[in-house]
Nanobody, 122 residues
């Protein structure tokens, strides 16, 4: 059974950077698109970025504005989310999830990690 473990979150000042990792167990990782979602305090969960099975296609939510980069290494069963120029409004729990396509709705995703907290101070 596939499982996901996120890491790399932490406390950073505005303008700083973090690199989130999502590691999957199981051999079928490469058969799935992977998304990063976030759940800010007091707000609804929202998609941040999505990457296709091969990594050739990506999607970013409008609020990313070129600051984040999603990538994957299927040999390592890992997806990354590079967060640059972080803002206080990026503070949230960040989750990775596996799904069948480049979907933007959380309902499409089948397997979820436990999340990693990102806190950005002003």
């Amino acid at each position: 059974q596939l499982q996901l473990v996120e890491s790399g979150g932490g406390l950073v000042q505005a303008g700083g950077s973090l690199r989130l990792s999502c590691v999957s167990s199981g051999r079928s990782f490469a058969n799935y698109a992977v998304a990063w979602f976030r759940h800010p305090p007091g707000k609804e969960r929202e998609v941040v970025a999505v990457i296709s099975m091969t990594g050739t296609s990506t999607y970013y939510n409008d609020f990313v504005e070129g600051r984040f980069t999603i990538s994957r290494d299927n040999a390592k069963n890992t997806v990354y989310l590079q967060l640059n120029n972080l803002r206080p409004e990026d503070t949230a729990m960040y989750y990775c999830a596996l799904g069948p396509s480049l979907a933007r709705r959380s309902e499409a995703y089948l397997v979820w990690g436990q999340g990693t907290q990102v806190t950005v101070s002003s």
